[in-house]
């Protein structure tokens, strides 16, 4: 997997996610608090601490292990009926 933890991976920023991001503060500016995570651990620390209303992933081969166990994580910590993964 491409993350272990204590170290970085290969990509230094999650692109896709910062256009996304970009995109939707220049759509709609300041109606979202948008947080990009590059580590696993903050993003499961911060779903547990303040529940989304919004979690997306970069979609790459090698991390889709990785996004399966943190969307599971997602749903068991924050239920919602109109969850969806593609």
């Not at 759509?27 to 979690?55: G, R, S, V, Y």
């Not at 889709?64 to 969850?83: D, E, F, Y």
């Amino acid at each position: 997997s491409y993350y272990k933890k204590g170290k970085s991976s290969v990509i230094p920023f999650p692109l896709g996610i910062a256009y996304m991001a970009s995109y939707i503060e220049k759509m709609f500016p300041q109606q979202f608090q948008i947080q990009i995570f590059k580590d696993p651990n903050k993003f499961l620390h911060a779903i547990t601490t303040e529940a989304p209303d919004l979690a997306a992933f970069s979609n790459y081969v090698w991390n889709k292990n990785l996004q399966i166990g943190l969307w599971q994580a997602r749903i068991r910590t924050t239920p919602c009926p109109n969850r969806f993964m593609r």
